[in-house]
């Protein structure tokens, strides 16, 4: 890996010249084999080294997301979009197109197996979707757009990671906030009077619609999110909205939804709005009944049995406290960060048969930053690294997310490229006497997120193309779906909970009642991710009006709440990049996510033998076959919905 310590704007250029540089030598090399000499070796694995000559850049582009240097991440963040656009351009180069349809008619290419035959079928669908087969004309007007869609992409994710808003409260207005929590605020001086800060990062906005009595201002730190990124972010979207049916169209889809969904598990736009539609037809009974619940308990504090969306998340709360005696601050005093990470690694660990070891004096980004080498068991070479940034600073990532910093493969002979990872996250950080508390959702998330660095550094696949999490993208969160199983396990809570001044486990009536609690509002809960991939998909199918905010308003009461005048949550809704068309995925994946953890409901969760099984069966392949191959392999039948249903407390 690089010295991050020493990372400059100048050693950021400089390599992602020098990436793109290589890269051009290596695919002068595959286009200057003549037809007739035509090999795998000197066409796909020239090809597969021009692509880690390229990856090797992944580092620097890396510090757009994490560097604190307003300069370095600024740098960072143009050279990403350079190499991005470079990258599209390759998909679209008639030479080495040519190279790849010559060896394609070889009689060693239709001979390939496994992997190799994988590597080639998808390099010549590539090509297709890219307008290979189109006129010259066409075919250069979609790597136009597609090099539009790069630049807009940059710009989108850096209007909601630099977005900067909150609210001002005085300390009584923030009843129902711990003491703690209120410390840890940022402080502005009006008039002589002290007012908070609660802006809109997770560890401040999540707490306090949980927790917050005053309903109005609860209210407006809702919407001040709904609008994160500004309206510029809307003309953003819509643009590229425009160009990516635009694509389509010149390729010979209906919609960007039928292209990008023919990748995926799902292959049609069909099977996605059935899905959809099926699931949300199951799901309203139980959100029918939450809401119902929600009512009941806010007429008993304030009069009223309203639900506005402002207020679901206070009283399933307040419920949790009242009926539950669930108390997230309480739970959050029994997870220190510190203990949450030995809970991880001991479970991750025993089950994978693998071990970390802390990398002493590794160089880091920033001092927060930690490094860890990962080993078989009994083995004294580390297979793969992962880096943990795991506090929030100005400016940095403001979700939580792993990212590949060098992909696994296979090399000569007996060699294996090691992978690299990162999970970046934005948890409280530790103050003088305050550790890092983390409220039961953030262990959840940071046992999901690191099912993203296992599923990434543990790979044996071949090729570069397949490694890791690099499979269908609506299947890719089903592994870590899965290990968020983990931390609802009784039995695993109490063996690394631990109240962070008496060292005392959770108590079983709170871990107990932690479990009971487990479905309180999962009806709402899932209407809402419901809502977030109808919305996406619909931008991006037949019928989309251009309108944006429209739709937004069209679909909103898939939620089970009235639309809130004056928002535009699609401004600030990152996925729209990335996931366009293919946010569905998380809701699509769970149903496998959770089939797999049948597995270790009936073997034992620390069951060795099953997790060696899932480690083979699942995260070494990566994406070297399809996902529904990978989960019937594993599972040993056809998987189904029912755990996921009964997750949702639908039976």
């Known amino acids: 890996m690089i010295e991050f310590h020493a ?3 100048e050693a950021v250029i400089q390599a992602s010249e020098a990436a793109m540089s290589r890269c051009d030598e290596l695919i002068a090399q595959i286009v200057a084999v003549p037809a007739g000499e035509r090999t795998f070796a000197r066409t796909f694995g020239t090809l597969e080294e021009a692509s880690d000559a390229l990856m090797r850049a992944t ?8 560097a604190a240097d307003d300069t370095l991440r600024e740098t960072a963040r143009e050279w990403e979009q350079k190499l991005s656009t470079y990258a599209v351009g390759i998909g679209f180069r008639e030479d080495l197109y040519r190279a790849v349809k010559e060896f394609s008619a070889t009689a060693e290419a239709a ?15 590539d090509y297709r979707r890219n307008g290979f087969g189109l006129p010259d004309e066409q075919r250069a007007r979609v790597q136009e757009l597609m090099q539009r869609l790069v630049e807009l992409g940059t710009d989108f994710r850096k209007a909601i990671d630099t977005w900067d808003d909150g609210i001002l409260a005085t300390r009584e207005e923030l009843a129902g906030m711990p003491d703690r929590w209120i410390d840890g605020l940022k402080t502005v ?7 908070y800060r609660v802006s809109l990062d997770y560890p401040e906005i999540m707490p306090f619609m949980d927790n917050a009595e005053s309903a109005g201002l609860r209210r407006q730190l809702f919407i001040k999110n709904q609008n994160k990124g500004g309206d510029g972010n809307i003309a953003v979207l819509e643009e590229a909205i425009r160009i990516r049916n635009e694509i389509a169209t010149l390729l010979g889809y209906d919609s960007w939804a039928a292209y990008i969904v023919e990748k995926r598990m799902a292959k049609t736009r069909g099977a996605v709005d059935a899905f959809l539609r099926d699931l949300q037809a199951k799901v309203d009974v139980k959100a029918r009944a939450d809401l119902a619940k929600l009512g009941e308990a806010k007429q008993a504090h304030a009069g009223d049995s309203q639900i506005n969306i402002w207020d679901w998340w206070f009283y399933t709360n307040r419920l949790l406290k009242t009926e539950y005696a669930v108390d997230d601050f309480t739970v959050a005093t029994y997870f220190p960060l510190e203990a949450v990470v030995e809970g991880l690694f001991a479970v991750t660990q025993r089950l994978l048969g693998i071990r970390y070891e802390r990398v002493a004096g590794a160089s880091v980004w920033h001092e927060d930053v930690q490094a860890y080498d990962i080993y078989n068991d009994g083995e004294s070479a580390p297979l793969a690294r992962f880096y943990m940034d795991l506090y929030p600073r100005p400016n940095k990532f403001n979700h939580a997310a792993a990212f590949t910093l060098r992909p696994g493969r296979a090399l000569d002979g007996e060699a294996y490229q090691q992978p690299v990872s990162a999970i970046v996250a934005n948890f409280t950080k530790p103050g003088a006497g305050a550790p890092s508390l983390l409220r039961h959702t953030e262990v959840v998330t940071f046992f999901h997120e690191f099912g993203h660095i296992l599923h990434q550094t543990l790979t044996r696949a071949r090729f570069a ?20 199983h983990w931390v609802w396990d009784r039995d695993i809570l109490r063996s690394f909970s631990r109240h962070h001044e008496t060292g005392e486990p959770l108590p079983d009536d709170l871990l107990d009642a932690m479990i009971r609690a487990k479905r309180v509002s999962s009806g709402i809960a899932t209407l809402r991710q419901l809502f977030f991939a109808r919305l996406d998909f619909a931008y991006h199918s037949p019928g989309f009006s251009g309108d944006t905010t429209a739709t937004l308003r069209e679909l909103y009461p898939v939620t089970g709440f009235p639309y809130p005048d004056g928002t535009h949550f699609q401004s600030g809704f990152g996925h729209l990049f990335g996931y366009d068309a293919g946010y569905y995925g998380y809701l699509w994946s769970r149903v496998f996510g959770d089939d797999m953890f049948t597995r270790f409901e009936h073997a034992g969760v620390l ?5 060696q099984q899932y480690r083979e069966t699942v995260l070494e392949r990566g994406g070297s076959v399809d996902g529904d191959v990978l989960v019937r392999d594993f599972l040993g039948r056809e998987p189904n919905s029912d755990a996921s249903l009964r997750e949702l ?3």
């Open 7 to 9: 990372l400059t704007p």
């Open 189 to 195: 001086d009006e008039g002589g009077v002290t007012r």
């Open 607 to 611: 069951d060795r033998a099953t997790g």
């Open 649 to 651: 407390g639908l039976e």
């Open 465 to 484: 193309e397949f490694s890791g999490s690099s499979t269908e993208r609506d299947f890719v969160e089903a592994p870590s779906q899965m290990l968020e």
């Open 59 to 66: 580092p620097y582009q890396f510090m757009a997301y994490v």
């Open 111 to 125: 001979a390939l197996e496994g992997e190799a035959a994988r590597l080639l079928e998808h390099t010549l669908r």
